[in-house]
T-cell receptor, first 113, second 115 residues
Framework: KAGVTQTPRYLIKTRGQQVTLSCSPISGHRSVSWYQQTPGQGLQFLFEYFSETQRNKGNFPGRFSGRQFSNSRSEMNVSTLELGDSALYLC????????????FGPGTRLLVL | AQSVTQLGSHVSVSEGALVLLRCNYSSSVPPYLFWYVQYPNQGLQLLLKYTTGATLVKGINGFEAEFKKSETSFHLTKPSAHMSDAAEYFCAVSDLSGNTGKLIFGQGTTLQVKP
């Protein structure tokens, strides 16, 4: 099976812009979770989608949003970018999400200037 | 609430030496525990997991971890380090607040392997 894919891999934006990141889970996986990784804060959970519904949300401002499509692909959007949003954004998929093994994509590295 | 503490942000070993990466967790109920590895400019790769049953868990690349409830620990070991093991390692616990896939990660331990 193909692994989790994320596009784009690298992105440079300026403050105030918005960005959309995409994640395609492993075939058959219905749960997609998003994480932000920074040197200072480590790995932090953003949100999880399961069968097109947001099932859990981390402690991030409303500028961070996401959605999941009927084919389980997911997108996350960050509006009004801030310098502090520079990070590696990781997507993970699992069959059920419920404490099952999560498989991560390579991430999208976002740099906000 | 669950939490994970990884003791030592950097660990350095010689090639062929024992690798020991420490992880302690906090959980009010039996946890699901995971170890992930991250190579530079890559995502996280699952090394092994503990759910229920046998407390000694074997993973990929010769790694194993032992769940010790009395010590609330889930330390990762490998008998003989290889240069290719140099990476960052993350311990994680599964969030138990509902039927979701949220993982709570430790801060990570960078493993350096010296020739």
């Amino acid at each position: 099976k193909a692994g989790v894919t994320q596009t784009p891999r690298y992105l440079i934006k300026t403050r105030g812009q918005q960005v959309t990141l995409s994640c395609s889970p492993i075939s058959g996986h219905r749960s997609v979770s998003w994480y932000q990784q920074t040197p200072g804060q480590g790995l932090q959970f953003l949100f999880e989608y399961f069968s097109e519904t947001q099932r859990n949300k981390g402690n991030f401002p409303g500028r961070f949003s996401g959605r999941q499509f009927s084919n389980s692909r997911s997108e996350m959007n960050v509006s009004t970018l801030e310098l502090g949003d520079s990070a590696l954004y990781l997507c993970a998929s699992s069959q059920t999400g419920s404490r099952g093994s999560q498989y991560f994509g390579p991430g999208t590295r976002l740099l906000v200037l | 609430a669950q939490s994970v503490t990884q003791l030592g942000s950097h660990v350095s070993v010689s090639e062929g030496a024992l690798v020991l990466l420490r992880c302690n967790y906090s959980s009010s109920v039996p946890p699901y525990l995971f170890w992930y590895v991250q190579y530079p400019n890559q995502g996280l790769q699952l090394l092994l997991k503990y759910t229920t049953g046998a407390t000694l868990v074997k993973g990929i690349n010769g790694f194993e971890a032992e769940f010790k409830k009395s010590e609330t620990s889930f330390h990762l070991t490998k008998p003989s380090a290889h240069m290719s093991d140099a990476a960052e390692y993350f311990c994680a616990v599964s969030d138990l607040s509902g039927n979701t896939g949220k993982l709570i990660f430790g801060q990570g331990t960078t493993l350096q392997v010296k020739p």
